[in-house]
T-cell receptor
Framework: NAGVTQTPKFRILKIGQSMTLQCTQD?????MYWYRQDPGMGLKLIYY???????DKGEVPNGYNVSRSTTEDFPLRLELAAPSQTSVYFC???????????FGPGTRLTVT | AQKITQTQPGMFVQEKEAVTLDCTYD???????LFWYKQPSSGEMIFLIY??????QNATEGRYSLNFQKARKSANLVISASQLGDSAMYFC??????????????FGKGTKLSVIP
């Protein structure tokens, strides 16, 4: 099993550009999450999903959108990138909310 | 108020010694879970150990144990027989509640552990 995979690993965006961060898991987990980690900080939840077609906002959703059309995929869309979105983005999944979350390797995004 | 507090920005430990990383939490929900994750310099987040609020015994996983003191709202991670590969950032996290919205993990700011040969 590959677990949770994320693409790309690194990306530089100009202010105002848009992009989609891809996340795929092969563990058949219903729950998926997107976090961001700013330098010297812990992770903060952006969005989460409890199953295909169901998503909800986390602590810091502004400037992002998500969709969940399949169990496996949970892409994160950045519209009109801003320097404040410079961060490392982690996707995670779990079989249910009581279990530990399994994290992908992260995407390092810089907006200049 | 911060929900998860890790008061030690950095810690040093001699190889083969034990080390305790502190974590205190704040919640009024009787149902919650506490997690520890390791983040090596390569950046990935690795799950180490979990403690549920109703668990009677402290969790253990190999060289990791969780010193859970419910009344003091602390969930310290103990690493026994430290190894050079234990050098990393360590994050304490909490999931509150069991109803709608109890999906989020709230993370502390982390403790950087350095193991000295």
């Amino acid at each position: 099993n590959a677990g949770v995979t994320q693409t790309p690993k690194f990306r530089i965006l100009k202010i105002g550009q848009s992009m989609t961060l891809q996340c795929t898991q092969d563990m058949n987990h219903n729950y998926m999450y997107w976090y961001r980690q700013d330098p010297g900080m812990g992770l903060k939840l952006i969005y989460y999903s409890v199953g295909a077609g169901i998503t909800d906002k986390g602590e810091v959703p502004n400037g992002y959108n998500v969709s969940r059309s399949t169990t496996e995929d949970f892409p994160l869309r950045l519209e009109l990138a801003a320097p404040s979105q410079t961060s490392v983005y982690f996707c995670a999944s779990s079989p249910d909310r009581g279990h530990e979350q399994y994290f992908g390797p992260g995407t390092r995004l810089t907006v200049t | 108020a911060q929900k998860i507090t890790q008061t030690q920005p950095g810690m040093f430990v001699q190889e083969k010694e034990a080390v305790t990383l502190d974590c205190t939490y704040d919640t009024s929900d009787p149902s919650y879970g506490l997690f520890w994750y390791k983040q090596p310099s390569s950046g990935e987040m690795i799950f180490l150990i979990y403690q549920g609020s109703y668990d009677q015994q402290n969790a253990t996983e190999g060289r990791y144990s969780l010193n859970f003191q419910k009344a003091r709202k602390s969930a310290n991670l103990v690493i026994s027989a430290s190894q050079l590969g234990d050098s990393a950032m360590y994050f304490c996290a909490m999931r509150e509640g069991s109803g709608a919205g109890s999906y989020q993990l709230t993370f502390g700011k982390g403790t950087k552990l350095s193991v000295i040969p």
